[in-house]
């Protein structure tokens, strides 16, 4: 028969010698690092450079339309569309080398008529314009121009 009595007094020794193992062995105990000094600006080294910004009320909707221009030649974009009800919009990042860069395209879901898959294609040509395209819809190339300022 085992004593339980011993058994238990077994285990608490052996939690307590590990206990004092890893207290000895410095765990915990290590000293701080301190903060190195901050390194040059990272590979893109990319800043603003100006913003443009482009509005437009039609057919009782109100359409924006944004590019921030970097130093690097990379652009942000964001677009959007404001009914009655809610508001709806989009953004995407373009490196100088990627597709859409170039014109600033932003894409955004919003059907005028009923669910046939309708959207908006923004784009950055003088002026900025945003162009619908639904092929089930009489509103398919149905195009806006915006008044846009440059910041």
Do not use: H
């Not at 339309?65 to 990042?93: L, P």
């Amino acid at each position: 028969m085992v004593n339980k009595g011993k058994c238990m007094f077994n285990k608490m020794m052996l939690v307590s010698l590990m206990s004092v193992i890893m207290f000895a062995s410095g765990c915990g105990s290590e000293p701080e690092a301190t903060q190195g000094t901050v390194g040059p600006a990272g590979a893109s080294g990319a800043y603003l450079t100006s913003v443009r910004t482009c509005s437009k009320i039609s057919s009782g909707l109100y359409f924006e339309y944004s590019i921030a221009f970097y130093s690097t030649g990379e652009k942000f974009v964001k677009c959007s569309i404001s009914d009655a009800s809610a508001q709806y919009s989009n953004s995407a990042y373009y490196l100088k080398t990627q597709a859409g860069n170039s014109s600033a395209t932003c894409l955004l879901t919003y059907d005028l008529d009923a669910s046939t898959g309708g959207y908006w294609t923004f784009v950055d040509f003088s002026p900025g314009k945003a162009t619908y395209t639904d092929s089930g819809s009489a509103s398919n190339n149905t195009v806006v121009n915006f008044t846009c300022t440059l910041n």
